[in-house]
């Protein structure tokens, strides 16, 4: 799965936004990305990395929540981005683990 963005508006705008989700089925893929997302924005505010406050703005268009994905599958387990790994990865309690970075 690859996951491409554009910061084209990043500089003039101050926003980052998802201009299209490529693969064999973009809700799943926006899903995953919202189930291994730090980024917040509920209630009207959003706190954390550019790059996933975008993502979760589209997932938010395709309504899918991360509020709703911690409810249904609590993270169990986080590891952290790191340089070795070049990923970080939530496990969440439907036993899955999400991962983004390189492969």
Excluded: H
Excluded at 24 to 45: R, V
Excluded at 72 to 78: C, G, L, Y
């Amino acid at each position: 799965t690859v996951i491409c963005t554009d910061k084209t508006g990043t500089l003039t705008q101050g926003k980052m936004a998802v201009r299209e989700v490529w693969g064999k089925d973009p809700y799943k893929i926006l899903f995953a990305a919202t189930a291994c997302s730090d980024a917040d924005i509920s209630e009207g505010n959003e706190s954390g990395d550019t790059t996933e406050l975008a993502i979760l703005r589209e997932a938010k268009v395709k309504q899918i929540s991360g509020a709703d994905i911690e409810a249904k599958a609590a993270r169990i387990r986080v590891f952290p981005f790191d340089s070795t790994r070049k990923m970080m990865s939530i496990l969440r309690a439907d036993e899955t683990l999400y991962s983004k970075g390189a492969i």
